[in-house]
């Protein structure tokens, strides 16, 4: 098959790694991958990518809503679209989930897939939720198959009208042995990337997160800030970066808490800091099934979390974890000091947590299943390649 895979950002987020991986996957199989992706980029990202896939920049297609560069977009997209025939077009996240179906429909491609990994129209405002799922229901009848990480996700869509009868769940792949086997950090390690001289005392909260407004960081340090009170040897490790940095620092130093919330950026080993963490939270407002807690479980840490769509399947509460409202942040606090200062209870959560039976978000396993999904809409006469076009040389060179 020839796959063409087109990403808003390719970035450091779980949407990215899980393209990423999906794109390697199925190069290795020996299948004709090209992944097109927008302005932001990450060299560490794209150096991680097989050398025979093809890539293209769209310096047009951009994040934030810009009907200008939408436009541009769309049309740049639907021309290297057209120049590339592809088999499949399988589109992730929300931006370039809206214009890629509409481009590939348009350059005549018949089999277009769209990655389900966080839905724009859910815990936003309600103009805004509107917005998206009209644009949504636009783009739906030219969708062949919606891949959901999680049946939350799936439900969701159904719920909104989005065809249920092309609805699939395909956990997001990972390298699972690397989390389960990880060795947590040394008390040596710790106080060296803490900056103390000793960590006997220090009750660990990790939590991984881009510094972004919807994962509410900075919401979190407030809510951090009550923990503190009742347990004064906890510190947070956030293990992520992202343009919200600054504002959680000057946060953290408002409550006198800069000593105590330490902002380490991208870690290289992160299951290893999970690995040692005492509780892993995560405050997203809005997200599909984070990777994140999927890694958190692989760790078998006990997880205090906000109750996302599809988390359910992980976090069992009262058994290896805690779910508390999207909108009541502060509900957070009360289970973390628990845990904290129950260690008999931590303990149980976490043994809950390495029975837990997660070989389902293996690599292998996500991309078997793309696999009989994209040969099945094949198999039933969906693909009908456009007329061939002139040669773009654009395909063989990265950006």
């Known amino acids: ?23 390697n996957a199925q190069a290795d199989a020996g299948h004709e991958v090209i992944l097109i992706h927008g302005r932001d980029s990450a060299p560490s990202l794209l150096a991680q990518l097989r050398p025979q896939i093809a890539v293209i920049k769209v310096e047009s297609l951009v994040r934030e ?10 049309l740049e997209l639907r021309d290297h679209i057209r120049n590339a025939r592809p088999d499949i077009v399988h589109t992730h996240t929300s931006k370039a989930g809206i214009l890629g179906r509409a481009a590939a429909w348009l350059a005549g491609c018949k089999t277009i897939v769209h990655g389900v990994h966080i839905l724009p129209f859910l815990n936003v405002s309600r103009l805004q939720g509107a917005v998206y799922l009209v644009l949504e229901h636009a783009v739906a009848p030219v969708t ?55 960590v006997s005392s220090i009750e660990l909260l990790v939590m991984a997160a881009a ?33 919200e940095r600054s504002a959680i620092q000057a946060c953290a130093e408002r409550l006198g808490l800069a000593d105590r919330v330490r902002l380490l950026g991208f870690q290289n080993q992160p299951e290893r800091w999970m690995k040692r963490a005492d509780v892993c939270v995560l405050s997203s407002e809005r997200e599909g099934l984070p990777r994140v807690i999927i890694q958190y479980a692989l760790c078998s840490r006990p997880i205090v979390t906000t109750a996302l769509p599809g988390v359910n399947e992980i976090v069992r509460p009262d058994w290896n974890g805690f779910l508390v409202p999207v909108d009541d942040l502060s509900a957070m606090a009360e289970p973390i000091t628990q845990l904290l200062a129950d260690r008999e209870l931590a303990a149980r959560m976490a043994g809950n947590a390495a029975r837990l039976d997660l070989s389902a978000w293996s690599v292998e396993g996500m991309a078997s299943q793309l696999e009989r999904i994209y040969g099945d809409l094949l198999r039933k006469g969906e693909n009908r390649r456009p007329p061939p076009a002139p040669r773009d040389t654009s395909l063989s060179m990265r950006s």
């Open 1 to 23: 098959m020839k796959i063409a895979h087109v990403i808003t950002r390719f970035v450091r987020g779980g949407a990215d790694e899980n393209t990423l991986l999906s794109c």
């Open 65 to 74: 809503i810009d009907l200008i560069r939408d436009g541009t977009a769309l």
């Open 144 to 198: 062949s198959a919606f891949v959901n990480v999680s049946t939350g996700m799936r439900d969701a869509c159904v719920a909104a009208g989005l065809k249920a009868d092309r609805q699939h769940v395909v956990p997001s792949g990972m390298d699972v042995s690397r989390f389960a086997t990880a060795e947590p950090l040394s008390d040596a390690e710790l106080a060296a990337a803490l900056e103390r001289t000793e």
């Open 211 to 243: 510094l972004e407004p919807r994962k509410r960081v900075r919401e979190f340090v407030e809510v951090f800030a009550q923990i503190v009170a009742k347990r004064p040897g906890a510190v947070l490790a956030v293990l992520g970066e992202g343009p």
